[in-house]
């Protein structure tokens, strides 16, 4: 069985700014600069963010739904979880990887989605 490392997948001819939505992110992926290890520290840091806000919206959503809709969302977001870490697996070096910029985008979008159900 292949290991899954976490890892991140520099994309050097993609904005950051334009692509991510937390300040301290973009902050912080300045400050890195081209240095990988430091730049992999800021998307830990952001993936964890933005997967707090969305157990935050996802809980929120929970919270205001009938007994149906509550099964019906968590088997969805199951469901979600593993098509989003397949999509976010990579090959690299003969290991299987996690692309932690694919996964905290698509975290990102998916916390968008959920905010969206509620009425604030």
Known sequence: MKKIWVAVMLMVSV???NA?????????????GSKDVQRSVCYQQEMAVQDARLNRAYQAVMKGSSSVDKVALRQHQRSWIRQRDNECKEELGGETVINS????????QRADELESKLSY
């Open 20 to 32: 991510l939505p937390s300040a301290e992110f973009r902050l912080c992926v300045q400050r890195a």
């Open 101 to 108: 910029r694919c996964v905290m985008e698509k975290t990102d």
């Open 15 to 17: 904005s950051c700014a």
